[in-house]
C-alpha cells in the first residue's frame, strides 16, 4: 500500500504560552507519524504573519490532504488565510483536547478554535472532515488515516487509465459510461482496444515464455473433472500474458472483456481463468465492459491495499444473497488450491474455476451514472454494502457440470429488500473487511451520491 502522505500545520495564538503549544503539536506529530502518515510539516501558526512561512513550506512538498490540528484558541486572520490558501485541497480539521493536571482539566481551548473554523470551511466549499480527541484522550488517528486514504484515491484516480477489449457486452444497461463525465467528476481515462488485437499480441508471444508461464501458474492446479487438454491450457494462459502486456504498454490500471459476445463467440476460449490471471498480477477484473464496477474496484483496491474482485447476484433469500462469478477468482481469494474444471462443449474450448472462495467480512459497492432529478446535473451514485460471506450451498449454474462457481453465501448487515431496492447493478465490487467509511469519505470528496445499507 502506497505511504499516505499529508502536510501538517498546528493553529494557536501567540497568548496562551506558545512553548507549550509547540510540545504539545509535538506529541500529535508523534501520534501520527508512528499511525503511518508521512508528514510534512511546518512550525505552528500562532500569529499574523506566520502563515505566510507556513504556506510556503506546505507547498514546497507534494501530499495527498492536510491536516489542520487546532491545539488551543486561534489568531483568526492567520488561521483563515491559511486555510482559504489551499480551499481547493481535502483537509481535516483536527480539535485537540486538553489534559488534566493533578485534579484540574486544563483546556487551551481547541474547541473554540476549531468550532470558529468550521463552518467558514463549509461556506467556502472546502472538503473537510471535522474530527477531535476527548480530554487525556489520544488522537483519532484512525478517522484521519480512513479520510487521508480517501483522499489519496481520489488523486490516484486523477491519473487512473482503464482498458476495455470491446464494448458493451450484451447490451447491457448496467455497464455503459459517458467517458468525457468519468473523466471530468472522477478522473479515469478509458480506453478500448479490439479482439484481433488482442490475438495478435497473443501470437505474437514466444512459445518458451509461454511454456514456462503455463508451467508456473498451473503447478498447484487440481482438476476434479480430470486434467483439459494441454492446448486448451496454453490458449488460456496466452490471452492472460497478452492482456498484461496491454496493460503494462497502455499504462492500465485494472481491465474488462467484452466475454459473452466477444472472448466465447469469437475466440474460441473461455475468459474466466485468463482474466482471473489477470487480475492475480495486480490489475482488477470485471465482466461485460461494466466500467462503473471496474472503477469501484479500483477505489476498493487502494483504499485497502488488498485483492479485490467482482461478484454477481444468483440468488436472493431473504436472509442471504449467493454471490458468485462464472469461473472468476484472483488466486489470493482463494482457499485451497486451485479448482480447474474443463467446459470445453462442441463449439468452444475453455476452463474456468470452480475453487472455493475465502469466507469473512465483506464490503461490496457499484458505482453508477445517476441522472441527479430535475434540478441537478448528472452526476454518479454508489451503492456501499457490509456483511458477512459464509459458505454457500453446492450449487451450480444451470447447465453446467459441479462443482460450484466461487461464491459465498452472503449475509448483509442490513436487509435483503433494502439491497434490492436500491440495486444498481448484477455486479458489485467487493473486498474483504470493512472498507464502507473510507468510501463514504470518498464519495463526499468526488460528490458521488452514496447509499449505504449496513
Known amino acids: 500500500m502506497e505511504t499516505l502522505k499529508a502536510g501538517y500545520v498546528a493553529l494557536g495564538t501567540e497568548f496562551y504560552v506558545p512553548e507549550r503549544l509547540k510540545e504539545i503539536s509535538a506529541g500529535a506529530e508523534k501520534q501520527l507519524a508512528d499511525g503511518g502518515i508521512e508528514l510534512v510539516q511546518t512550525e505552528p501558526v500562532f500569529a499574523l504573519g506566520q502563515e505566510e512561512r507556513a504556506i510556503r513550506e506546505l507547498r514546497a512538498e507534494p501530499w495527498d490532504f492536510l491536516i489542520v490540528n487546532v491545539i488551543n484558541w486561534i489568531d483568526p486572520r492567520a488561521a483563515t488565510r491559511l486555510l482559504y490558501e489551499f480551499r481547493h485541497q481535502p483537509l481535516v480539521l483536527y480539535s485537540y483536547g486538553g489534559f488534566t493536571e493533578g485534579d484540574t482539566l486544563i483546556s487551551p481551548a481547541a474547541g473554540a478554535g476549531s468550532t470558529a473554523l468550521r463552518y467558514p470551511l463549509e461556506r467556502w466549499g472546502v472538503k473537510f472532515k471535522y474530527l477531535f480527541n476527548g480530554p487525556d484522550m489520544p488522537m483519532d488517528v484512525e478517522g484521519i488515516v480512513k479520510f487521508g486514504r480517501a483522499a489519496q484515491v481520489m488523486r490516484k484516480l486523477g491519473h487512473a487509465r482503464v482498458g476495455l477489449v470491446g464494448w458493451n457486452d450484451m447490451g447491457l444497461y448496467t455497464t455503459g459510461y459517458n467517458p468525457t463525465a468519468l473523466r471530468g467528476k472522477i478522473g479515469p481515462e478509458v480506453e478500448s482496444f479490439d479482439m484481433l488485437q488482442l490475438e495478435r499480441k497473443m501470437d505474437a508471444l514466444d512459445d518458451e515464455i509461454v511454456k514456462a508461464e503455463v508451467a508456473r501458474v498451473t503447478q498447484n492446479w487440481e482438476y476434479p473433472l480430470g ?126 474455476h470452480c475453487s472455493r472462495m ?85 464519495c463526499y470528496l468526488l460528490d458521488i451520491k452514496p447509499i449505504l445499507d449496513r
Open 227 to 352: 486434467k483439459p487438454r494441454d492446448e486448451v491450457i496454453e490458449r488460456a494462459v496466452r490471452m492472460y500474458m497478452a492482456t498484461v502486456e496491454f496493460c503494462r504498454e497502455k499504462n492500465f490500471s485494472a481491465i474488462s472483456y467484452k466475454c459473452v459476445e466477444g472472448i466465447s463467440l469469437c475466440m474460441n476460449a473461455v475468459h474466466s481463468v485468463p482474466s482471473a490471471l489477470v487480475a492475480s498480477a495486480g490489475y482488477p477484473y470485471v465482466d461485460e465492459n461494466d466500467v462503473g464496477n471496474l472503477v469501484a474496484e479500483l477505489m476498493l483496491k487502494w483504499i485497502s491495499g488488498k485483492q479485490v474482485t467482482f461478484l454477481e447476484h444468483y440468488e436472493h433469500h431473504p436472509e442471504w444473497i449467493l454471490l458468485g462469478v462464472d469461473g472468476f477468482i484472483p488466486d489470493q481469494l482463494i482457499d485451497g488450491n486451485p479448482q480447474i474444471k474443463d467446459i470445453s462443449t462442441v463449439l468452444l474450448d475453455g476452463i474456468a
Open 358 to 442: 475465502r469466507t469473512g467480512r465483506l464490503t461490496l459497492a457499484c458505482l453508477s451514472e445517476d441522472d441527479g432529478g430535475p434540478a441537478q446535473s448528472a452526476g454518479y451514485r454508489m451503492h456501499i454494502v457490509t456483511g458477512e460471506g459464509k459458505t454457500p450451498p453446492q450449487w451450480v449454474e444451470m447447465g453446467v457440470p459441479l462443482p460450484s462457481w466461487p461464491s459465498v453465501k452472503f449475509y448483509p448487515d442490513g436487509s435483503v429488500r433494502s439491497i434490492l431496492d436500491h440495486v444498481q447493478s448484477q455486479h458489485f465490487a467487493a473486498v474483504f473487511g470493512d472498507y464502507a467509511e473510507e468510501l463514504l469519505d470518498l
